[in-house]
């Protein structure tokens, strides 16, 4: 036991455990303080004691628009209509407090959202709102800044809790090998019962906090589900803490867009902007979340352009870039300005290394393809063992990933020790196609089971690893780094990527960046293309637009089946 104790207190990791908790202490503070902001419970209105639903108020923005707070069961939904599309602007749940009665018949549309948000503090909030609530690109870009750097702060401290909790689950064979049957057995059952407690902490207070949260973000982004609430945020970091830290083949990433994005969307609403710069900012946080996880600025800013909103817009281009440049100035007083990692002796590419890479992006096509078959058949899987309690599917998972690392430390986790070696020359070609298929089934199992975690950091594991191996079949000599096989495996990070996200230039430029090597950006350049162009005349869509249907179908039979539980009580509308 002095073994393990020394394990814990080695090095950092008390630093780290020390700074999570005051963090976490910080924010139970300014939630307890500024709660009401972004959740305001107010009272059941008047005469609708025995109904389901009612119009409490509405109030006019403008000759079109109107805001609308409709009552249903235990909470008001503050909607906008009359514009292009409805719009569900804020939730307030039912309790002790006021609301809504503040909000007269006449009042403009700003000054209703105002007195809802901000009567208590009004006095406080008044002289700032001339820098944050104004109209121009300036407030946005101001208010930008200060989600990223919220963002860079929480994703700073989430990837040290997670560094440290891999560096405690990695000692743990060598702590316990003089007693080698209780080790394994400790190290099973405590991943097991952290990939539990990862899933009921989903289940009990955020599903949308399960899988990648990537899907959510561009659900919300499209207008078709609400934003995430605060409480999104402890149940993301210390349910992706539990599960990637016990071994599960999640990547980082997932946790940290979703809980950057929900952190800006909460402050832009807090600081009065309106719905389509509260978007924005969602955006922007997302982008900020993916580059202080990677450590990858313009990789986060262009994920924003690329995947999640799919145009260039001047303001979110402008909210991008200042969230992902404030993110990694404060994510990097945590993780320092390092590349994730380290690739040396990479010779420029000469002409047949390109077309070489054509037919590298041609075979990840095709593997990208059966990637998404793969990670699709999982969550299937797993919807047809739905009558299972989600903890003991989570648990079955989390006992075979404690079995991995014990036996094998390296092959579980989110893999950044594996593609280093790819990266480093040092894998051993005979075995990793068996790897890449150990690697490719746990990472879906992994994913399936409904806890914290992306599918980034795994999906460059084989990445690196198909690059590996395509070099080296190409070139047999292996004589140390600078072969084929690790300018290969750099270049099919990329590659993979392409084919299964469908956004290359995010690819390529955050592989250039987590590597810090610029040289093979004309291979990397014909993979992608490739890699999509394979992907896509075979029909096989992206994989975010598959997980977001499956995301939006969820949503809709969870509607439907309230709806039946409801249908036999009476329904009652009135309007105030």
């Not at 809504?100 to 909030?125: N, Q």
Request: with cysteine; glycine share 12%.
């Amino acid at each position: 036991m002095q073994a393990l104790s020394d394990a814990f207190f080695q090095g950092e990791t008390l630093t780290y455990v020390i700074a999570a908790l005051v963090f976490f202490a910080g924010a139970h503070i300014l939630q307890s303080t500024f709660g009401p902001l972004f959740g305001r419970k107010i009272p059941q209105p008047k005469g609708l004691a025995t109904g389901r639903l009612g119009i409490v108020k509405s109030a006019a923005l403008d000759g079109q628009r109107q805001l609308v707070a409709i009552w249903c069961d235990e909470s008001v939904h503050l909607v906008e209509i009359g514009g292009p599309n409805d719009l569900v602007v804020e939730t307030y749940f039912s309790g002790a407090g006021g609301g809504f009665e503040d909000i007269e018949e006449t009042a403009p549309g700003e000054d209703a959202l105002e007195a809802v948000r901000f009567r208590r503090l009004r006095s406080y909030i008044q002289p700032a709102s001339r820098i944050f609530v104004g109209p121009g690109l300036v407030p946005l870009a101001v208010v930008s800044g200060i989600a990223g750097a919220g963002a860079g702060l929480i994703c700073g401290l989430f990837r040290m809790s997670l560094e440290a909790a891999d560096r405690f689950r990695l000692s743990l064979p060598g702590v316990w090998q003089g007693e080698p049957l209780l080790g394994a057995s400790l190290l099973i059952m405590g991943a097991a019962a952290a990939g539990a407690l990862s899933a009921w902490l989903v289940r009990r207070f955020s599903e949308n906090a399960a899988g990648s949260g990537i899907p959510h973000v561009e659900a919300v982004l499209n207008g078709e589900l609400p934003p995430a609430p605060l409480i999104l945020l402890p149940v993301k970091f210390f349910g992706g803490l539990l599960a990637i830290g016990s071994g599960f083949a999640l990547g980082r990433e997932g946790p940290c867009v979703q809980m950057g994005a929900t952190l800006a969307n909460l402050l832009g609403k807090f600081l009065g902007r309106d719905p389509a710069d509260c978007l924005s900012l969602l955006a922007a946080g997302a982008g900020a979340g993916l580059a202080a996880a990677f450590n990858a600025p313009f990789a986060g800013a262009v994920f924003v352009l690329e995947e999640l909103t799919r145009k260039f817009d001047t303001r979110n281009a402008i909210a991008a870039l200042g969230a992902s440049g404030s993110a990694i100035v404060v994510a990097r007083l945590f993780t320092g300005p390092a590349p994730d990692f380290a690739v040396t002796n990479v010779a420029y590419p000469v002409l047949g290394d390109n077309l070489w890479c054509l037919a590298l992006g041609a075979a990840a096509g095709l593997l990208g393809i059966v990637y998404n078959h793969v990670l699709l058949g999982a969550l299937a899987l797993a919807d047809r063992l739905a009558r299972w309690p989600v903890e003991i599917r989570a648990a079955l998972v989390g006992a075979a990933v404690g079995a991995l690392a014990w036996f094998a430390p390296d092959l579980a986790g989110g893999g950044d020790a594996l593609t280093q070696s790819a990266l480093d020359g040092k894998a051993v070609l005979v075995l990793l196609p068996f790897i890449y298929v150990l690697r490719l089934f746990l990472g879906a199992a992994s994913y399936a089971v409904g806890t914290p975690g992306g599918v980034f950091a795994p999906l460059l594991v084989l990445g690196a690893q198909m690059g590996f191996i395509f070099g080296g079949l190409v070139d047999l000599s292996l004589a140390g780094s600078g072969t084929h096989a690790t300018a290969f495996a750099l270049v099919g990070m990329a590659a993979l990527f392409a084919a299964v996200v469908r956004a290359p230039l995010t690819g390529m430029i955050l592989v250039t960046e987590m590597t810090d090597n610029s040289r093979l950006l004309l291979p990397m350049l014909a993979a992608c293309f490739s890699a999509m162009a394979v992907a896509t005349i075979l029909r096989e869509p992206p994989l975010y637009d598959s997980l977001k249907e499956r995301t939006l179908e969820q949503a809709r039979k969870k509607a439907e089946l309230l709806s039946r539980k409801s249908a036999s009580e009476p329904v009652r509308i009135k309007v105030r």
